[in-house]
């Protein structure tokens, strides 16, 4: 592998879905609960499908303002919202992700091509890329 430009670390510790996760710097310290519909207590806890969807948002946006940029495109004030599901299938689970890419005031076609251009460039694409199912969509 080539040099990393940042490696974050997190561990976690206690009974997995129900226990704690912390990050290295101490930033992220967080209790996790399986969700109600998952048969859990749910509650003021988040679960890793949570995590997983505000990083993979985060992650995306900045792509999507970086492919803006460098094609010059001014963006408006964008949002993108990702939605993480677990699947049961035949041995254990898989995950999904739909992302939705709020570019109000912006033409459909520019907007739907910014979004395929982020999708190339976002790590978290990059690492799911063939590995599970991921949604796009482009709102104006």
Request: overall charge negative; proline content about 4%; charged content about 15%.
């Amino acid at each position: 592998m080539a040099d990393a430009i940042y490696t974050a670390a997190a561990t976690a510790r206690g009974d997995g879905r129900n226990g704690e996760v912390t990050s290295s710097d101490g930033v992220i310290d967080e209790s996790l609960a399986i969700p109600k519909a998952m048969g859990g207590p749910g509650g003021d806890k988040t679960n890793p499908e949570q995590l997983f969807a505000a990083g993979y948002s985060a992650c995306f946006h900045s792509a999507l303002q970086a492919v803006a940029r460098q094609a010059k495109v001014k963006l408006p004030e964008s949002t993108v919202a990702a939605e993480v599901s677990l699947y049961s299938q035949e041995v254990g689970f898989k995950l999904g992700v739909a992302l939705h890419v709020s570019l109000p005031g912006m033409e459909q076609a520019q907007a739907d091509e910014l979004v395929a251009q982020a999708h190339q460039v976002c790590p978290y694409s990059n690492a799911t890329r063939g590995n599970i199912e991921v949604a796009l969509s482009a709102s104006v």
